[in-house]
């Protein structure tokens, strides 16, 4: 049986969970082991409450997004869209011309997604830099040619996989998205992910992994493991910005993407691309 808790250590486990009760995560993921086989069976780890404020609705229903504490995002419910492409547009229309943060004051357009609806693999970055704003797609600047050379690697095209970030606007000077900025808008993403469903979800940048995986750790730890995350797997990786800055870890994320090409069958190119 396991050792109780003394007190010292209830209290720090009532402190950790109240603090993301405040970021309104009722639901907790756990890490599993790196070498667990492409064949096995992803255990059913946690699923989200019927009363969850960050997706307040189960696969087939009527669904109404709220961020963390607030009103609702959408004030009426979705209906039930089967057509995927119609479920994505529906989605923008709802977040129309944003002002729910302040990041839409700097902003010149909105960047919601793009990719192939059916996709198997899905990337998740952190916020948009100044081309994307420019341009209002996901990693289109220096870090999305490196990201379209990690998806050629990996036997794939860019329009073959569904890409998105955290935040839709950017944030002034390429900062950091802060706490309530992602708060408000990675409903909208969860909402994307549960549309598009893919079998992998590659979560770019510590950013992307602690605000999907609710998890406050070192890239080191979240890396090179599986996560169960409402019907995907997600691995994490280093974000393609950083491995700009620092193109030794470009060896580590390939071994990350090597994990999800084995879940997804792929094989790479005979002649793998040359870096960016």
């Not at 990350?256 to 069958?265: C, N, T």
Request: hydrophobic share 40%; charged share 25%.
């Amino acid at each position: 049986m396991p050792k109780p808790l003394d007190d010292a250590a209830r209290k720090q486990l009532a402190d950790r969970v109240n603090y993301y009760r405040e970021l309104g995560i009722h639901y907790f993921y756990r890490r599993e082991p790196a070498d667990l086989p492409a064949s096995s069976p992803v255990p059913e780890i946690s699923a989200a409450p019927p009363s969850s404020p960050h997706l307040d609705a189960g696969p087939g229903a009527p669904m109404t997004l709220a961020p963390a504490g607030g009103e609702p995002l959408l004030h009426s419910p979705l209906p039930v869209i089967p057509d995927k492409p119609a479920a994505l547009k529906l989605i923008r229309e709802e977040i129309g011309d944003c002002t729910r943060c302040r990041l839409h004051k700097g902003r010149t357009k909105l960047v919601f997604g793009v990719g192939n609806v059916n996709a198997d693999l899905m990337f998740v970055g952190e916020g948009p830099g100044a081309d994307e704003d420019a341009q209002g797609e996901p990693f289109v600047g220096r870090a999305g040619q490196l990201l379209n050379s990690m998806i050629s690697a990996m036997g794939l095209k860019r329009e073959d996989v569904y890409i998105a970030n955290v935040v839709k606007c950017r944030p002034p000077g390429n900062r950091t998205p802060e706490k309530d900025e992602c708060d408000t808008c990675s409903p909208f993403l969860l909402r994307q992910i549960e549309v598009v469903k893919p079998k992998v979800i590659v979560a770019l940048g510590a950013v992307a992994a602690k605000n999907l995986l609710a998890i406050h750790d070192s890239m080191a730890n979240l890396r090179g493991r599986w996560y169960d995350f409402h019907g995907s797997r997600l691995l994490v990786t280093y974000h393609p910005a950083y491995l700009l800055r620092d193109p030794r870890q470009k060896k580590e994320a390939w071994k990350d993407l090597q994990m999800a090409m084995k879940v997804l069958g792929l094989k790479p190119p005979a002649k793998a691309p040359q870096e960016s």
